[in-house]
Every structure is written in structure tokens, then in C-alpha cells.
């Protein structure tokens, strides 16, 4: 079976099973629906959702039969998953977020960084790039005018020159 990463387990919340998530994906509500199964882990051990919900940039996600700190404090620092088989197909253009993140990011042909993940905004998502030469981060709309070609294959981004974008 072949899995797209959905998030990562950064901590608990509370004593009553939540799981303080950080979301990779842009459609929460079909991922984390009630009922659907994700999967934690390299082992990808299923799980029930059983509900979440959004806290502070977070997502607060509990499962059905672990509904207690003690049942899933093992699983911080997890990635959770979903399988590919569960996901309807992307339109042309559209893109797992998990699948950009540790792009190398090129302007005119000029590496400048790569991406270090993928947060949504009002009006566009936005690609957090870490621009190596500084260390420091950058976001990039990821729209047509600023990103003109993305290669999975060759794991590649590049995006257009523009004043005060990196």
C-alpha cells in the first residue's frame, strides 16, 4: 500500500487522548473526517478518528479506543498518514503538500533554498522556504505568478525573481 503524509504528532493535549497535530494537508476535513482511518508511524498502524479539532494553528485529533494521555504519549514525534488508495486523484497542477517539502527551490536556474513546508493562508497557500546562504525563512505564494514549474521527479521548484519576495 502506498501513503501520503497527512501530519505530524507534535505533542499531547490534555489527559483525554488528543493529539496535538501539525496538518500537511489542505483538505483537513476529508483527511480527519469521523470514522476514517489515518496511520501513525513508519509501522503505519491504523487508527479510527473519532473527532478534531482546530486549536491555535493546530489540529487536536482523537482516536476511538485511545481516548487517554497514557494510551498516546508514545506517539509524539509521529508522522500520520493516509492511504494513497483513500485520496481521490489530484488535478494537473495540484500537489500533495507533503510531497514539496525538502524541495530545492531555484531562482533562474539558481539554487536559493528549499521548502520547508507548506502553510495555508487566506488567500493562498504558502511555501516556508529556508534560503540557505542566510539562514533565514521566506514565504512564497504558491500561485502561478510566482512559482512557474514544479518537477516531483527531479524534486525541484522554480519560482520567479521578483523585489522583496527572498
Known sequence: MEYVTIGKIVNTFGIKGELKV???????KDR???DSVVYIGEEHRPFTVLRYREHKGFLLVCFKDHEDINLVEKYKNMLIYKSKDDIKPLKKGEYYFSDLIDLKVYV????????????EGLAANNLRILKDSDHKEYLVPFLPVFVENVDLETKRIDIVRMEGLL
Open 108 to 119: 533562474e536556474n539558481e539554487e536559493v533554498g528549499k521548502v520547508l513546508r507548506v502553510e
Open 22 to 28: 501539525d496538518s500537511y494537508t489542505d483538505f483537513v
Open 32 to 34: 480527519f473526517k469521523k
